[in-house]
């Protein structure tokens, strides 16, 4: 069994300035990254530092920024939008306006609906330019799939692919740290059979986990997806990250001193003082996670590649339902998983945390007739 995944870090216009990960003498190589055209746009220095990625060995996956606009009320040009993909990657995403009504919140929160027709035709506006100005033959440009209920996803999918071929789609969860959301728009994509997926800001390794699993039962060729998580400064993050995955301590800052030294190679080459007494601490820091990040990504493939039985069991107790819900989905479709999942569903903790009308399937229309 081939792994059909891959896990895209977002490459920060900050981080960028002072590390990077894609040339073979950086101090690890991976050759994969995103970058949002969003910022690209807004910042040509980070252009500049994105264009020795090499295109020819990985994936440089272009965020269209369709989402940064749509929450800061501003306008890209999709012809802009497009040239900086071309510019900078081999593959990208449709300048999308997500269904986001000001009143709302940054997840929705149930406002997709009145937002619902002018959002997927301006969406179609701007697929359709930009298919007509791409100019590199080996671009991949790929449509996005929005809404909120499953009936606006379906319909959402149902218009946008009518404005010329994609050669993938990507998936937009929300909450992405609802695996449930995930799981659904995971098998909502395999019943449309969708070949090439691309799954937005996954930012924990449970969510990684789901890909994971569902990328090695897909009968698609291969689903990436991307995380910030690695290069979210900030204290809090910094903290949760190290403990997370080096076991080291709590409270880092404090604490640091004096532990044993961590094996990776950016702590191995740039030492632990940097993270304490260096101001590009940070930037090291993010590096050390990412880095952390790639290997559990590694070691998760290999456990589900070796020992499918060793997944079941190293996954969290209360996440098998998510898991059983994704198989019973790809098997049977998503109308009768959801029907079949609705309790578990319904009393999933993280079910608590999302928005209303998610989880209202069959029958329902909710904007999007
Ligand atoms: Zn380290």
Same mark, same amino acid.
């Given at each position: 069994m081939s792994m059909k995944n891959v896990y895209i870090p977002v490459a920060g216009s900050t981080l960028c300035q002072q590390y990077k990960w894609w040339r073979e003498n950086d101090m690890f190589y991976y050759p994969n990254a995103l970058a949002s055209a969003y910022y690209l746009l807004k910042e040509p220095k980070f252009v500049e530092n994105m264009l020795d990625f090499p295109l020819d060995k990985g994936i440089m996956m $272009?965020?269209?920024g369709g989402f940064q606009a749509v929450t800061q009320q501003e306008r890209l040009p999709p012809q802009d939008v497009m040239a900086v993909e071309e510019k900078c990657g081999n593959r990208g995403l449709i300048l999308d306006v997500p269904p986001y009504s000001f009143g709302g919140t940054a997840m929705f929160g149930g406002s997709a609906a009145e937002r619902f027709e002018k959002s997927v035709k301006e969406t179609c506006e701007n697929a359709e330019l930009m298919l007509q100005k791409r100019e590199k033959k080996n671009f991949e440009l790929f449509g996005v799939i929005q809404g909120e209920s499953e009936a606006q996803k379906r319909?959402?999918?149902? /218009?946008?692919?009518?404005?010329?071929? =994609?050669?993938?789609?990507?998936?937009?969860?929300?909450?992405? @740290?609802?695996?449930?959301?995930?799981?659904? !728009?995971? /098998?909502?994509a395999e019943e449309l059979g969708l070949k090439n997926l691309h799954v937005l800001q996954i930012g924990n390794i449970s969510g990684m986990m789901a890909i994971k699993y569902f990328a090695s039962m897909s009968k698609g060729d291969l689903v990436t997806f991307d995380s910030s998580t690695a290069i979210r400064y900030g204290s809090h993050l910094r903290r949760m990250i190290i403990s997370l995955f080096t076991n080291v301590t709590l409270k880092f800052s404090d604490d640091f001193k004096g532990t044993p030294m $961590?094996?990776?190679?950016?702590?191995?080459?740039?030492? =632990?003082?940097?993270?304490?007494?260096?101001?590009?601490?940070?930037?090291?820091?993010?590096m050390h996670n990412l880095y952390e990040i790639l290997s559990t990504s590694n070691n998760i493939d290999m456990i589900l590649q070796n020992d499918k039985e060793e997944f =079941?069991?190293?996954?969290?107790?209360?996440?098998?339902?998510?898991?059983? &819900?994704?198989e019973y989905g790809l098997d049977k479709g998503l109308d009768k998983a959801a029907d079949k999942f609705r309790d578990k569903?319904?009393?999933?903790? !993280?079910?608590?945390? @999302?928005?209303?009308?998610? &989880?209202? &399937?069959?029958?329902?229309?909710?904007?999007?007739q």
């Open positions: $272009c965020d269209s319909k959402w999918f149902e /218009i946008v692919s009518k404005v010329g071929e =994609f050669e993938g789609w990507a998936l937009s969860p929300k909450p992405s @740290t609802d695996l449930f959301q995930v799981a659904s !728009h995971l /098998i909502l $961590c094996q990776c190679p950016v702590c191995k080459t740039l030492g =632990f003082d940097i993270y304490i007494n260096d101001p590009k601490g940070l930037r090291a820091l993010a =079941f069991k190293i996954r969290a107790g209360k996440m098998a339902p998510v898991y059983r &819900f994704l569903l319904e009393t999933s903790t !993280h079910i608590h945390q @999302t928005q209303r009308g998610i &989880f209202s &399937f069959a029958g329902e229309t909710n904007g999007a």
